[in-house]
């Protein structure tokens, strides 16, 4: 995944370049989303106050970096029994594939990801928003401040307190999709090669 996506910024480099308004956007909404945690003075997670999501979601992490769907081998136990009833064969899975890999590349325990995590897709969000407004908004400084406005709508960010690993993936995921779709749909596709991202 790492060498995947060095390799899509090294092919990318010299055709386009960083711009600053919309990566101030996309770091605003990061620390936005990230300062219950930053503002703490140490690390932690929020979504533990009224609900067990967060510890699920950690333990649907874990396993499915090493098993899979799987439960052969498992104890009868009250994890296998959680695991199996919350999960089941045809529960997704992808939002908890991308903090998994993310806990591999940085090599730390996934509560310490989690969080981050949730902050990253909403960052997400305000990249894809700066895209979308582009062709109505022709201001990069407003289009950076309603991008940022708009990616912290306060049921998002609920979520995000709430350890919402699905919703924040899911809003990042509609966010990416619309945006890919709206490139390519004013005019044809010049190679097929333009529609791979959408595909994926």
Known sequence: ???????????AWPRRRLHRW???????????????????????????VRLDDTATWFNIID?????ARS???EPPSTYRLLYTG????????GAFMLPGVARALVGVDIAWVFQPYLACCAAAVALCLYALMEPI????????????????????YGYSLWGGIKELTAAFLLALGVALIAAILPRRPASWRELLPVAV
């Open 1 to 11: 995944v790492a060498v995947g996506a060095a390799a899509g910024l090294l092919l």
């Open 22 to 48: 919309p990566l101030l956007a996309a770091v605003g909404v990061l620390l936005a989303y990230g300062a219950p945690v930053l503002l703490s003075g140490q690390a932690t997670f929020t979504g533990f």
């Open 63 to 67: 396993h499915v970096m090493s098993h």
């Open 71 to 73: 439960v052969a081998g």
């Open 86 to 93: 919350d999960v089941g064969a045809t529960y997704p899975l």
């Open 137 to 156: 908004v022709s201001s990069v400084r407003i289009r950076a401040l309603l991008a940022f406005a708009a990616a912290q709508p306060a049921l998002l």
